[in-house]
Structure formats: structure tokens, C-alpha cells
């Protein structure tokens, strides 16, 4: 399959552990932070989302942190699997109507069976 | 119903020469973004289209440029290509309305590999 990355962050973790990806952000006025999830030979498919006046979102499996104070963003998966193998981005979006989506370089997850 | 489509999924070009990439959005979604994805550099805004409108562009040069037809589909032209242009290009589309909403949530395609030699 493709390559996404060739020089990501790696994390390792084996199969029904939690996982935890970090993401450090930079702009302090974006307005939604989100997480894709991108497979080999596909384009990123989104996760999870959460405005910048939250402190925490649950979805399926997946919460999503954010800390203003220290602009940190987290997704922690829970009892990961192996489909869960791939790169997760963070993004962060400025609201104003504007389509204007910036990406983080990305965290690579392996899943160890 | 039926995902982002981009064609080619896959290109080689030589240095100098243009290309025009294309993509279809979802049925019904009018906005339609466009980026870079490389190794060293990760995922980069090029631009933003919604109604045939140019409505938002990321720090690229101007030899990338893009449009959007009536239809919503869109495409992204790069002239005098460079070796650096070497990248996957994702089309993502948005079912924003056009005002100020939680309007982010993309629905990518699987891209076009573009490769300059």
C-alpha cells in the first residue's frame, strides 16, 4: 500500500489495550479541533470532532481531550483492534464560514496482535 | 451513495509540463477542498471552492490553481511542474451550507498520486 508518511511518530500498542495520540496545536483562535483516521492507499476519514469551548467528546470507542491552557489535543481509543492500524491526524479549523482545515504531521499506530 | 472520486488515481509527468486533476464531490455537497499530502511536509491546504467560488487558499505558489463547475465537480491544475510537486492529492467535499457552521467535517477521496520526474 501507499506510504503516508515516512518519518511519523510511531505508537505501538497491543491489541484490546487503550490507545492514547497526542497532538500539540498551535493556532489558539481555531474554533473545531478534529481527528482523521487515514488507512494505506486511502484518503483520511474523519473520526471525531470537538469545539474549542469543550473539554471532552465520547464517540464510538474514541474520546477526544482538548486543554486550551497547554493547546493539547488527544484521542484515546478504547480495546484497540487491528483495523484500527493507521495514521491519525489531528486539525484544527477557524470558524467563519471558511473551509480552511490544518493538519498535524501525523501519529502512526500500530496494532500488535 | 456514492464517495469523492478523483481521477487519475495515479500520474506521471515531467518536469515543465502541466496536469489537471479532477475530482467529483458527493452528490449534493457544494464545497470542495483540495490538498497536498507529502511525506515531509503532511497534509497542506491548497484552496477551497463552494458555488464556483474560490472562498479560501492555502500558501501555495499561483502555478496551482483550481476551479469548480456548476455541477460541483472541481479540478486543480499545476503548470511547470517541479520535481517537489511530487505528492498525493486529496479532494475532499463538505456538505457546508455557506454560512458560519459546523461546516468542517470532510469526506476525502482516495487522491491521485502525482509523480514528477
Known amino acids: 500500500g501507499e506510504s503516508v508518511g515516512l518519518h511519523l511518530p510511531t505508537l505501538s500498542v497491543q491489541e484490546g489495550d487503550n490507545s492514547i495520540i497526542n497532538c500539540a496545536y498551535s493556532?489558539?483562535?481555531?474554533?473545531?479541533f478534529i481527528w482523521y483516521k487515514q488507512e494505506s492507499g486511502k484518503g483520511p476519514q474523519f473520526i471525531i470532532d470537538?469545539?474549542?469551548?469543550?473539554d471532552k467528546r465520547q464517540g464510538q470507542r474514541v474520546t477526544v481531550l482538548l486543554n486550551k491552557t497547554v493547546k493539547h489535543l488527544s484521542l484515546q481509543i478504547a480495546a484497540t483492534q487491528p483495523g484500527d492500524s493507521a495514521v491519525y491526524f489531528c486539525a484544527e479549523n477557524m470558524s467563519g464560514g471558511y473551509q480552511k482545515v490544518t493538519f498535524g504531521i501525523g501519529t502512526k499506530l500500530q496494532v500488535i496482535p | 451513495k456514492a464517495g469523492v472520486t478523483q481521477t487519475p488515481r495515479y500520474l506521471i509527468k515531467t518536469r515543465g509540463q502541466q496536469v489537471t486533476l479532477s475530482c467529483s464531490p458527493i452528490?449534493?455537497?457544494?464545497?470542495v477542498s483540495w490538498y497536498q499530502q507529502t511525506p515531509g511536509q503532511g497534509l497542506q491546504f491548497l484552496f477551497e471552492y463552494f458555488s464556483e467560488t474560490q472562498r479560501n487558499k492555502g500558501n501555495f505558489p499561483g502555478r496551482f490553481s483550481g476551479r469548480q463547475f456548476s455541477n460541483s465537480r472541481s479540478e486543480m491544475n499545476v503548470s511547470t511542474l517541479e520535481l517537489g510537486d511530487s505528492a498525493l492529492y486529496l479532494c475532499?467535499?463538505?456538505?457546508?451550507?455557506?454560512?458560519?457552521?459546523?461546516?468542517?467535517?470532510?469526506?476525502f477521496g482516495p487522491g491521485t498520486r502525482l509523480t514528477v520526474t
Open positions: 475532499a467535499s463538505s456538505p457546508r451550507t455557506g454560512v458560519p457552521s459546523r461546516s468542517y467535517e470532510q469526506y
Open positions: 493556532n489558539s483562535a481555531s474554533d473545531y
Open positions: 470537538i469545539r474549542s469551548n469543550m
Open positions: 452528490s449534493g455537497h457544494r464545497s
